[in-house]
């Protein structure tokens, strides 16, 4: 019964629609041993459990698994030896066993930092200018508990002038303010909680004007006491509109969503144009693509068309299950279109409005985002401006002549299309 | 009785002390008509006013001056025909006849756009590329009661690659945030009471990086029903540390404080540092200068000491007299240090490391700065980015060589000195 699938990360997305499961080993296996623990866990996914005998996991830790040790119901049966990437395991017992939460933080940890891993390889191997990405592993404080971060950067590479793939591990206390701020989006949490907050994000600026900035992270996130949710999305930002651009990548993202809810990608995509707004430009950020946070459940409904089945599970499975999907589906919606991109010929001009472009980016992120905010109160500076652009313009005034290209993209900035 | 004055403006801060009067004739010609009134108002400074028969006051609005339209006690002689640009007036009239206030909102407002106009000029002969600041007048929304804004910007020039120099009139309700804002300062103001807010602000970024970039501002805010209070301050961004820089700009701005209050250069040197920090960086912006708010009275040792008698007049009147000897100031206290540097050579790495350190001053306004903030609640976003450096860059994690001078710069940025 048990088969191995070995399977490389521009394909792993694929994986569950494919074979028709979302039984998933998370792999505490990372690139470092003393965060983790050596032990196994194998959760189910929702849904299709009891249909379900096999199950595959990329890792690219040099620790070896070690068969036999699964909890939960689980067992490991056999290990494939080929290249270290995949294992394969069978279901031995009823998923209904597996008690809450279905995934541990340290799973979820485990998964980001891998996931970053692989990425930053693709990454450096598209860019093809034989530069890598650094790996600088921080602690938060002196305190090895309150978490850490690995700020993985690449700089100067010929498709990447600078591109950014950060994890953020965070665990302490609720300050004052912090709660207040949740309280205030609906959450019902006091200063003082323990919690526990992973994220991974990507920030790729490109060197050629006509590649837009790829810009996604997921992230989640738990007090003592209640539910966690998840948070993320994926989006572009172009200095130079590519309709056929803005189409894929929305359609690759919406493809995700309807696994998991009809209404989803629309949410999401109207949460995305919403969020990457800059008030005072009257201007979205970009072109698009989805924004989710505050997710810890899937309406009944969607789950019932998603998977035709009444559920036993939690549901923090499901949207871990997407915001997995999401994530492993970065690279995959951003390569094909920065290849087709990357040689169109460009003059100075286009790099002038390239850079005044980036002020914008910038802008947005300093002024608006919640998540420089969050980083700020505590967090460690040069992992969060590892966002900005390696070089930014400002001009008084700019005005694109009417008719241009430039004006083109204002246009649509100004007012966000369906692109569905 | 009655002399003529005529005068540069890199004089005009000096008037005052070298006349012994803070007497002053607030012209309310301005270059355009149509916010102002063509009467004329001469307003009583402090202290001084029963020895003092003879004033004059800088113009360059094209309007005439009407002789003899003089209100509270007070008439225009003569007008200087020469260059339009001196007035002189007698004192015929007891001053203690002048009603409170002791100058209007009209006069401040005035007071900035004279004052904007002659640095420009100034900015602009410095420079010498030939370059000259635009002129763009935008009004706050469709109606011209609220308000308006003079931005004026020369890019592109040989001593500075970007300067502005804006006036910004404010007249509205005071929002429900910004009365919260203020009655946190300890303002006892209402929402929805009317307010007028008049600044004048200016950055210049140099291009060579041995220039310091140079900011400054002042600003008048008045609620409805209550006191109106100053602001305002001048500082140094230096890339590169001039010992001799800080000393003269402090001490430039420490003789102008000390004419009013002992402790008045202390205590705005420290609030000047204290302001001008990035937390999250743990470095001060630059080698400071001065900088003050809420500023209605000074106290009354300060004010014997200032003026060595009783007073019978409004505070408001002295500290205007300060803010207006410390705009005058401006460009005196700059210049002749810009002048010092500007020629000297420099190479790539002393212009990655400009580009890099403009990063620190983005940050700062973008992330704490609370002009950005009240600006872009209603403001105009591009008056309030102009004071963005002309080129950034960011790296990630960049540590300068120990020993070097840029790491020579940072020591002094992390522990700010005495400079006088």
Known sequence: MPSVFSFASPALHCLPAAMGTTLALHSPLAPTSHHFSSSFSLRNGRRLLRNVSIQSYIWTSKLQAQPGLLSDGFSLKERATSSGVAVKCAQEKAAATVSRPAFTQEEFEAFLVNLQSSICDEAATADGSGKMFG?????????????????????????????????????????????????????????????????????????????????????????????????????????????????????????ICDKYSPSLYEESKAACDAYFYIPARKEHRGTGGIFFDDLETFQKDSDQTANGGASEEPDTDAVFAFVRDVAQGFMPSYLPLANRRRTIAHGEAERQWQLLRRGRYLEFNLLYDRGVKFGLDGGRIESIMVS???????????????GSREAELVKILQNPRSWT
Chains 1, 2 share one sequence.
């Open 135 to 255: 790996f600088d592993k921080w602690q938060r404080g002196a305190d090895p508990s309150n978490g850490y971060g690995i700020t993985r950067v690449l700089e100067g590479g010929d498709l990447l002038e600078k591109a950014a793939a950060n994890v953020s591990i965070v665990r302490g206390s609720l300050s004052e303010a912090r709660a207040k701020a949740m309280s205030a989006r609906g959450r019902g949490v006091e200063a003082g909680a323990s919690y526990f907050a992973g994220a991974l994000s990507l920030v790729f600026h490109p060197r050629n004007p006509y590649v837009p900035t790829f810009r996604s992270d997921i992230r989640y996130f738990v007090v003592e006491g209640s539910q966690g949710w998840f948070g993320g999305g994926a989006d572009l930002t172009p200095c130079y509109l590519f309709e056929e651009d803005a189409r894929s990548f929305h359609a690759f993202y919406k493809s």
């Open 388 to 402: 900005a652009p390696p070089l930014v313009a400002w001009k008084y005034d700019v005005a694109p002549e009417p």
